[in-house]
């Protein structure tokens, strides 16, 4: 009975402790990834760009490009070249929300018979994925720009 009873009790002690090893594994494979978050992030991406040819009602012109992004952490401001850029000479501010980059910059000008207020782009770390987009009068939104993206370099986000 008590070589039953100590068995019995030692493969309770070792469940235990394998569960505990599993948990740690599972706990650290889980471990949020950690992005940039101070110099320069670099990116090229590709991409498809839906742009109306004579207003919002006609068939979108689309295209296929390359182009690069870059955001700067310790300024907070981000610029890629494509449509209605946010240039290098005039940078929009940045947001950090986790793996989110997101660049706005304030605007105001026709196009298409609305008025655009404000542009926007977003790069997500964890997918590559790039949108960019305005926004118009009327609380409307005008999405252009869809893609991914990668580091220049090819090291992670």
Known sequence: MKKSTGLLLALVVLALLAGGALALLTLRGKEAP???????????????????TEGLSQPFDVSHLTLPAQFDFDESTGWYTGEYTISMNRKGTLKVNDAVLEVTRPAFFKRYGLVILSEHFTLDRRSGAFRQWLDLEGEKRLELITGHCKRSNNAPF
Not at 34 to 52: A, F, H, M, N
Request: glycine share 6%; proline share 5%.
């Open 34 to 52: 950690t992005y940039q978050s101070k110099g320069k992030l670099e990116v090229i991406c590709d991409v498809e760009i839906s742009r109306p």
